[in-house]
């Protein structure tokens, strides 16, 4: 296998649920070694589903090619192997209830007290903000606090976004941290303690609606399939009851869009639509104006005069499209029975080398506790 950025990077997770490990399945995959430290029971995120050949589609998707030790941190002989562990690793990631890892007393300060070289990644839910710290945090109730919720949804109903997106956001955040802190290691021998909070995450990417709610006339509104600052940009249903997602980005795209696709320059021209500005102002009057010409076509012949217009859009798709999707690129991963999953790739194509279209197995709980006894003795 050509050579991958982390290998030997050794990194220990004391991890759950899955902005800390996805974190470091990202590192698994660039190469690194990651040893996952668990509780006898096992993350619980092995139990939230069972939708991986008999595994949890979240384990499965952000565990795949980890080591599992079992330890328990409240018996002295297991924390000090842990110690020993981490005295000899370049990253600790831990995403614990508030506080736990330093009760337990793997706070950053004491371990790279020992370890001066050793990146630690402390992933939280509020970071170390006054009054909230010792605040349990999941994926939906920082949605929420964050203000993401109130801004997603349709115009009478608030909506979650259908995946853990915070939780996504953190890990992914997480490890592009530790890899700046990785750079600089290299430049100067000495680790870093990093801290990412969940909160933190959700706000900065509220930046455009809290940037025009504090600055502007007001924040965006709840506005369904259709954006709250751009028209038109949204779902429009054709002949054969399908809905194509419309982007128009600049007043070029909208008047091919009025002349090419749709064959009407009279509402181009109309005074109501001269500007994004106008057509936003106008947003109603614009989407029956649309609606009622797109409805014409069906979803191939409207498709076929959008590229030709060279307009982008897209199919608002189902899971079923999904999976047949001409885009989709595959992986495979390995369940704990043995079973091969055959999931959405990681993101990343590397030029130069060729991207591994298989990932390592799932560990089954301790399975590796033995061997990293007899390593780390």
């Known amino acids: 296998m050509p050579h991958r950025p982390l290998d030997g990077i050794m990194v220990v997770a004391l991890e759950q649920a ?7 399945a990202r590192m698994v995959d660039a190469g690194a ?7 006898p029971t096992g993350d619980f995120a092995r139990g939230y589903d069972r939708a991986g050949l008999s595994d949890s589609s979240y384990f499965t998707w952000t565990n795949h090619g980890k080591e599992s030790v079992v330890l328990d941190l ?6 000090n192997l842990l110690r020993k562990v981490i005295n000899r690793a370049d990253v600790f990631v831990q995403n614990l209830a508030p506080g736990a890892a330093v009760r337990l007393g793997f706070g950053d300060d004491e371990l790279r007290s020992s370890n001066p070289a050793l990146i630690t990644c402390d992933i939280s839910g509020y970071g170390e903000s006054e009054g909230l710290a010792d605040k349990k945090a999941y994926d939906l109730l920082i949605q929420a606090e964050s203000g993401l919720i109130g801004i997603s949804g349709g115009a009478n109903e608030l909506g979650r976004i259908g995946i853990s997106i915070i939780d996504i956001g953190a890990g992914v955040t997480a490890y592009a ?8 290691r290299a430049a100067s021998g000495e680790g870093s303690a990093l801290k990412i909070s969940l909160f933190d995450v959700a706000a900065e990417w509220m930046t455009v609606p809290f940037a025009q709610h504090v600055y502007g006339d007001s924040g965006p509104t709840r506005v369904g399939l259709h954006h709250p600052t751009i028209a038109p940009y949204g779902a429009y249903r054709t002949l054969d009851d399908k809905l194509t997602l419309l ?51 069906d979803a191939a012949a409207f498709h076929s005069r959008l590229d030709e217009a060279s307009i ?3 199919m608002v798709s189902s899971l079923d499209d999904l999976v047949t999707h001409p885009a989709l690129q595959i992986r495979e991963v390995v369940s ?17 080398a060729a991207f591994a279209t298989e990932s390592g197995p799932i560990p089954e709980i301790g399975e590796h506790t033995a061997l990293i006894r007899k390593e780390f003795q």
């Open 18 to 24: 899955v902005a800390g490990p996805l974190c470091t």
């Open 33 to 39: 070694r990651v040893i996952k430290v668990e509780r």
């Open 74 to 79: 409240k018996k002295d002989d297991d924390a």
């Open 177 to 184: 941290a530790v890899l700046e802190a990785l750079v600089a």
């Open 247 to 297: 982007a128009v980005q600049n007043e070029w795209e909208w008047g091919r869009l009025c002349v090419d696709v749709l064959g009407r320059p009279d509402i181009a021209s109309d005074p109501r639509y001269r500007s994004n500005n106008d057509r936003v102002a106008n947003r109603e009057a614009l989407e029956l104006d649309l609606s009622r010409e797109i409805s014409k076509f």
């Open 312 to 314: 982008a859009y897209g």
């Open 336 to 352: 704990r029975s043995g079973q091969r999953l055959r999931l959405p790739a990681h993101p990343v194509r590397r030029t130069g």
